[in-house]
T-cell receptor, first 111, second 111 residues
Framework: GEDVEQSLFLSVREGDSSVINCTYT??????LYWYKQEPGAGLQLLTY?????DMKQDQRLTVLLNKKDKHLSLRIADTQTGDSAIYFC???????????FGAGTRLFVKA | KAGVTQTPRYLIKTRGQQVTLSCSPISGHRSVSWYQQTPGQGLQFLFEYFSETQRNKGNFPGRFSGRQFSNSRSEMNVSTLELGDSALYLCASWSQIETQYFGPGTRLLVL
């Protein structure tokens, strides 16, 4: 089946690292994505990883992919109050021309 | 490059009416996807178009339809509006490396 699951809330202190986790069920995904959504706005692409990669680092962002466990994580180093938003995990299905999104994790950053 | 644009940004309709939403993708992008976002259901896939052809369709009733024009601009139409159609409708365009960029969305309120 096609399903992407994320925890709904995460609260961290400013300056700490945040780790947002995601699990997916479809093993035929090609790309996996992380998006950020701020109130009243569309989704902003943060980073993505191809399914044959294990890790990708992009400035403060680190994506880890465990394909065996179908687990994706996003680590945000030195989390700032401006990082407070909803973070969506998504997978692109092979050949299906369809992208499945998780429900989103709301990140609260306490000053 | 200009981002994805969606018009109108806000819309109020009454039950039974129909509505047409427009999306202009990033210049050079030939594929467009549409999503419905609601607090209860999250982000749900509506359609995906490439070069004027619908590549895939989500699990929505036939009241939801879409099309893509030769200039890659896309429209979606919802006929016989219901209260439950109130949502943020997001359009996204795809780059050649399978990354998806979202517009700001059209917020539809059905009264």
């Amino acid at each position: 089946g096609e399903d992407v699951e994320q925890s709904l809330f995460l609260s961290v202190r400013e300056g700490d690292s945040s780790v947002i986790n995601c699990t997916y069920t479809d093993s035929s995904s090609t790309y996996l994505y992380w998006y950020k959504q701020e109130p009243g706005a569309g989704l902003q692409l943060l980073t993505y990883i191809f399914s044959n990669m294990d890790m990708k680092q992009d400035q403060r962002l680190t994506v880890l992919l465990n394909k065996k466990d179908k687990h994706l994580s996003l680590r945000i180093a030195d989390t700032q109050t401006g990082d407070s938003a909803i973070y969506f995990c998504a997978e692109r299905l092979t050949g299906g021309f369809k992208t499945i999104f998780g429900a989103g994790t709301r990140l609260f950053v306490k000053a | 490059k200009a981002g994805v644009t969606q018009t109108p940004r806000y819309l109020i309709k009454t039950r039974g009416q129909q509505v047409t939403l427009s999306c202009s993708p990033i210049s050079g992008h030939r594929s467009v996807s549409w999503y419905q976002q609601t607090p209860g259901q999250g982000l749900q896939f509506l359609f995906e178009y490439f070069s004027e052809t619908q590549r895939n369709k989500g699990n929505f009733p036939g009241r939801f339809s879409g099309r893509q024009f030769s200039n890659s601009r896309s429209e979606m139409n919802v006929s016989t509006l219901e209260l439950g159609d109130s949502a943020l409708y997001l359009c996204a365009s795809w780059s050649q490396i399978e990354t998806q960029y979202f517009g700001p969305g059209t917020r539809l309120l059905v009264l």
